[in-house]
């Protein structure tokens, strides 16, 4: 298995987003410069993102991983309070 680059774009001050279509469970390692709080929103297309988890700026650092389980074609949004200075994701399938 290959793990795919996840590409993070600054949408505000102290918020980095990335998001993809999911392909099924997935594990996400993120290196980041300070410790932050992450976010986790999914959705179906045309409809608003909904929250389905996190963990607090205290949980792992500025080095977080994490796994997401959402069914195939889901839209999924990871939001990080810190600059992401690289991340990627691996199937789990």
Do not use: W
């Amino acid at each position: 298995m290959t793990a795919t680059d996840l590409s993070f774009e600054k949408k505000s001050e102290n918020r980095n987003q990335a998001s993809f279509v999911s392909e099924g469970a997935v594990t996400v390692q993120m290196q980041r410069r300070d410790a932050g709080a992450v976010n986790i929103y999914a959705n179906l297309d045309c409809m608003e993102k909904k929250y389905i988890g996190g963990y607090g700026h205290y949980n792992g650092g500025n080095n977080v991983i994490f796994s997401i389980n959402v069914p195939v074609g889901v839209t999924v949004t990871i939001e990080s309070f810190s600059e992401v200075v690289s991340a990627k994701a691996l199937s789990n399938g």
